[in-house]
């Protein structure tokens, strides 16, 4: 057998030119597939975080009392001891930050039309380290300015829908927790603009100060919403939202925690369903590659077929020669393989590390705010697959003429032009 | 040409390879615009259509889903579209809707929720919700039926057969009820439609709203979406009225931006995977060469001319590309053109079937592109046999004859 | 001895009018002349025809009703114009039922539904169901003489001494004579002005002064305005228990 893999060595390495054509088929295909499918995770990830750094973090957390009520907005059923949940929370070492909020149903106005919107009440400092609103701002966050507990940030789209922007006056009209019906000027200091339609139409922030006298708030905290680490890719990110939100039910029974998955359902269906697509079109790019891969080896066994006479006279076996063919398909489908591991690592290192800044995407039109970068995701399943068809495939194609060249018998071969 | 035949299997094998990168380089791009259409489909399919006709009113208030800005004639309109030569063939599906917001009442529960009405018929292959309805129950087949989503009928305590008591305001300011029958329970797995929507059929819609044939929207579907805003200003032309708005898909909502982005990437994928096919035929054809210096090393022996060793080879190098893209990009042209009018049901690769959206992909067919494809294909095989042509000419035969 | 202020249906918490109306002594405490306003309107059972009209901008809807009343806890209304015929409206306490002759059906509205417009108009049925005990949750304080509409009245201004009102303070120009409040501004907690009612006509029956004529307008939202008519008021007439039951609503 050690005969026949070094024969098969040798015969790689002689026929160099020719294997390194078909690695470098091998690479092409390998490489990009192994890249195309780090940015698709990439993409979903994108996806998925800004959900989470605009709207939903990755634990949202609620009293089970408001959760069950959660459709109208109550103000009260609040969340009792956010102190306690809080700092129980930051010991977790996944934990980043915690961060209260409250909901509340209003109506929007430039004193002609109104619009119902969502107010969510927020603690400027510690929400900018769960949410991201600062990076998805035109105009600028709450200040500490004096007097300046009447401020609000208000979705882009809905300050264009009222014909206000910044430095204007909305009027916002609620009803406090007492259910007594108030009403006020507030500044915009900044348009929210964001991938999520809902929050850019139908949402306005304002600070607890504010609240707490406008809608006689005393502190009312109805959610508290949690940031994780970061982890690497997106099934490891889910995973840590299920486990933290599962650790806070089982710590404090009545509330009710919210992870990602939980919230978001449609979202994930719909990035398995893009997902889907994606595979059909990488399965191409293997096809592809397979193609090249078929093409070259076929032809190099059909060269050497009088190789195969002079091998069957001088004794070797069909099935040894059929094996000796495969063992070259495996060597250069190994140099393939790691060309093509190394090409896509390349690149995945370039997009993971560096990534594409969307800016770039810019203004689609609409003045639309795009911003973050585009990574990559590591995916050792993808890679390992990539691999694992590109062997094959090279393996595979020098059986089959193989196994034909090895029937045939010595003569015959020997006058094979 | 001799040269060709002799060596029938490489010549064979080269040309196949060619037609076979050529092929699936046109059946991807097929493919590609198939999903892009769907994409475009299932994200204007529900609310605007790839064109939507509504009064200028109700384009500005549509977030209120006023009833009180009907489209009076829905009908004349409609035909009007249907006979004008210039427009009729391009459009898939025309059908009217109206959405509305309504308060559903049960056992002393009130929720408020949103009704879709459209034709049961036609609305099977837009809003899909048929796909989603639950065992148990079933799809809209007569007038005063109705399928909730889950999400309500949880809320309600309601099931399949109890009767759904709807309110809302009619287009004359009145308060109406109407009562409809529960045949069927949706579950499409996104909270948003199934906590807040319910389909009802058309025409018991007009008749509850009192809008005497009046329609709030008239939604088209057009065979090649990207028409979508010059047909848009082709049927307002015809239609001549002020007081209408004809909307391209483009220009309502905000997921015209996400498709525009996806569109990017689809085009960066196609690209790669043209690179990818280029790249192969640029292998076989030089390997092709390269293999058969041992010829060019027996022709030069015989006497052959530089020049004429060059033009040998590089007319075989031609003559294989041409024919392998021309069969390539024939065959791939065919395939498109089967899969545009069979088209392949996804459905199965993805886990949620309930997600009601269309998972049948058609091929797009464009001709020009495949053109482009088939004369790329043989520029590349002519071009990439220049230089080992070159090459194999100025070798010396007795080199050449040695080199296996 | 303090009385709620009881309405008719559809009018909001707003028609508050005078007493007997002889002596307008200065000096009266406000809430002496609020409970000369409330003598007005204090009745065991109320029946007329109303006429509701929701401006919004350049259009009007009219709705036309038949109501009856039994003190603060009972009310039935049956619309008489033409698109909302036989349509009925029931109140008890703090529920409602609307009853639809079209399927012979009625659907009960509670909880936070209560708080929308009825309607689209400017009086949600929360308004319109429930009263701000004015006795119980303001201070009142007469601020000073004013003339609305050439008659001369008493300012009051109302601040809520408790926190659940629907608003913390009002001001009400009182008809020094015929103890009906002409105007009112309700105000926010921020100071912002949400709504002015204003009585355009007063008829007088027996030795009462009753507002059949007041409209209330959103401030919030321009060209918004809902006015309410009285026609053919009769008060204190024999009305059965009976008609304020579900089951009536049938007939």
């Known amino acids: 057998m050690s005969t026949i893999i070094r024969i098969a060595f040798r015969n790689v390495i002689r026929h160099k030119r020719r294997a390194l054509i078909t690695a470098i088929t091998m690479m092409v295909g390998i490489g990009f597939f192994i890249a195309l499918d780090s940015l698709y995770n990439g993409l979903d990830r994108l996806s998925v975080d800004d959900v989470i750094n605009f709207r939903d973090s990755s634990v949202k957390i609620f009293s089970a009392a408001y959760d069950a009520d959660r459709e109208s907005y109550p103000l009260d059923k609040g969340i009792p001891d956010t102190t306690a949940v809080g700092a129980w929370l ?9 961060t209260p909020r409250t909901q509340f149903l209003a109506q929007a106005g430039n004193n002609r039309d109104s619009v119902y919107v969502i107010g969510n009440v927020v603690d400027p400092v510690s929400d900018a380290k769960v949410f991201l609103l600062k990076n998805a701002l035109i105009g600028g966050y709450f200040t500490q300015r004096a007097g300046s507990d009447r401020q609000v940030i208000v979705g882009k789209d809905l300050a264009t829908k009222l014909r206000l922007s910044v430095g204007d006056t909305v009027v916002l009209a609620a009803s406090t927790r007492y259910e007594a019906q108030n009403a006020d000027d507030f500044t915009i200091v900044g348009l929210l603009s964001t991938s999520d339609p809902a929050l850019n139409k139908s949402s306005v922030f304002i600070t607890y100060d504010a609240a707490n006298d406008f809608l006689d708030l005393g502190g009312l905290v109805t959610e508290m919403d949690v940031r994780l680490e970061p982890r690497a890719s997106l099934p490891a990110t889910l995973a840590d939202s299920t486990a933290v939100a599962a650790a806070t039910k089982a710590a404090f029974p009545t509330l009710a925690p919210y992870s990602f998955q939980d919230l978001n359902k449609g979202i994930l269906t719909v990035l398995k369903q893009k997902r889907a697509w994606g595979y059909v079109m990488m399965l191409f790019l293997l096809l592809i590659a397979a193609v090249g891969i078929v093409n070259t080896v076929l032809m190099s066994v059909y060269e050497r077929i009088r190789e195969v006479g002079v091998l069957k006279a001088l004794g070797f076996r069909g099935r040894e020669i059929v094996r000796m063919f495969i063992l070259e398909g495996f060597f250069v489908g190994c140099l393939g393989s790691l060309l093509g591991t190394a090409l896509g690592a390349l690149i995945n290192c370039y997009t993971i590390y560096v990534g594409f800044s969307l800016a770039k995407f810019g203004d689609v039109g609409g003045g639309f705010v795009f911003w973050g970068t585009l990574r990559g995701e590591w995916n050792p399943g993808s890679i390992i697959f990539a691999v694992i068809f590109g062997m094959v495939v090279a393996m595979v194609a020098a059986y089959i003429p193989a196994r034909s060249a090895a029937r045939m018998t010595a003569t015959t071969a020997l006058r094979f032009v | 040409m001799r040269n060709i035949w002799r060596n029938r299997r490489r010549s064979l094998l080269a040309m196949l390879s060619v037609a076979l990168a050529s092929l699936l380089c046109l059946v991807l791009q097929g493919l590609l615009g198939g999903f892009q259409e769907s994409l475009v489909k299932n994200f204007t399919k529900n609310e605007t259509g790839h064109i939507r006709v509504t009064t200028k009113d109700f384009a500005d208030r549509a977030e209120l889903l006023p009833v009180d800005a009907m489209i009076h004639h829905p009908d004349q309109i409609e035909s009007a579209i249907r006979t004008s030569p210039a427009i009729a063939d391009k459009v898939r599906i025309m059908t009217e809707r109206i959405s509305f917001g309504v308060l559903l009442e049960n056992k002393g529960l009130n929720k408020t929720a949103v009704a879709l009405a459209g034709d049961p018929k036609t609305e099977e292959s837009l809003l899909y919700l048929q796909r989603s309805i639950l065992p148990g129950g079933h799809y809209i087949d007569g007038p005063s039926q109705t399928i909730i989503g889950a999400g309500l009928a949880e809320d309600l305590k309601l099931s399949v057969g109890d009767a759904l008591k709807v309110v809302s305001e009619a287009s004359d300011g009145s308060l109406q009820l109407k009562k409809f029958r529960i045949v069927g329970i949706f579950r499409t797995g996104v909270t948003t439609l199934d906590g807040k929507i319910f389909q009802v059929p058309l025409g018991d819609a007009k008749t509850f709203l009192r809008t005497e044939g009046g329609s709030q929207s008239i939604i088209i579907m057009l065979d090649d979406y990207h028409e979508a805003a010059r047909v848009a200003a082709l049927i307002s032309a015809l239609l001549e009225d002020p007081t209408l708005a004809v909307t391209p898909w483009t220009e309502i909502g905000d997921y ?71 069969i390539g990009g024939g065959l791939g042209f065919l395939l498109n053109v089967i899969l545009h009018f069979r088209g392949v049901d996804f459905s199965s690769y993805f886990t949620s079937l309930e997600f009601p959206v269309d998972n049948i992909i058609y091929w797009t067919v464009d001709a020009p592109v495949a053109a482009g494809i088939v004369i790329l294909g043989c520029v590349i095989s002519g071009v990439v046999s220049i230089i080992p042509s070159l090459r194999a000419a100025r070798m010396n035969a007795v080199d050449a004859i040695k080199s296996i | 001895m303090k009385t709620r202020t009881p309405r008719a249906i559809f009018t909001a918490a707003l028609l508050c009018t005078a007493g007997a109306g002889t002596c307008c002594a200065a000096g009266l405490s406000g809430d002496e002349i609020l409970k000369r306003m409330d003598a007005n309107t204090s009745y065991r059972t109320i029946e007329y025809d109303g006429t509701l009209a929701i401006y919004s901008g350049d259009t009007v809807r009219t709705k036309e009703m038949k109501a009856t009343a039994m003190g603060t806890s009972k009310a039935l209304a049956e619309f008489t114009n033409p698109e909302d015929k036989g349509t009925k409206f029931l109140k008890i306490d703090k529920n409602l039922w609307i009853y639809f002759p079209s399927e012979q059906d009625t659907v009960k509205i509670s909880g936070h539904m209560l708080k929308e417009g009825m309607m689209g108009s400017d009086v949600s049925y929360q308004d319109a169901l429930e009263s701000d005990d004015l006795f119980k949750k303001y201070a009142v304080t007469v601020s000073g003489e004013d003339t609305v509409d050439g008659r001369p009245c008493y300012v009051l201004t109302l601040d809520a001494t408790v926190k659940d009102v629907q608003y913390e303070t009002r001001k009400m120009w009182v008809d020094e004579e015929r103890f009906v409040a002409l105007k009112q501004e309700m105000h926010a907690k921020s100071g ?18 009753f507002p059949i004529r007041a409209e209330i307008s959103d401030q919030l939202k321009q060209g918004s305005r809902t006015q309410f008519i009285m026609a053919d008021v009769r008060l204190d007439v024999p009305v059965s228990e009976t008609m304020f039951s579900l089951r009536n609503l049938g007939r």
Do not use: H
Not at chain 2, 278 to 284: D, Q
Not at chain 2, 306 to 314: A, H, K
Not at chain 3, 192 to 209: M, T, Y
């Open chain 2, 256 to 326: 015209a931006r996400l498709i525009q982005i996806e569109t990017k990437i689809f085009n960066a994928l196609d690209l790669i995977v043209m690179f990818l096919g280029a790249f192969i035929i640029t292998n076989i054809m030089t390997m092709v060469v390269l293999e058969r210096r041992k010829e060019i090393g027996i022709l030069k022996s015989m006497g052959f001319a530089r020049g004429e060793v060059l033009v040998l080879f590089l007319w075989e190098g031609v003559f294989l590309g041409i024919w392998g893209s021309l």
């Open chain 3, 192 to 209: 912002k002005l949400l709504k002015v009612s204003r009585v355009l006509e007063v008829q007088q029956i027996g030795d009462r002064f």
């Open chain 1, 90 to 98: 930051e010991q977790d070492k996944r934990v980043v930050a915690v």
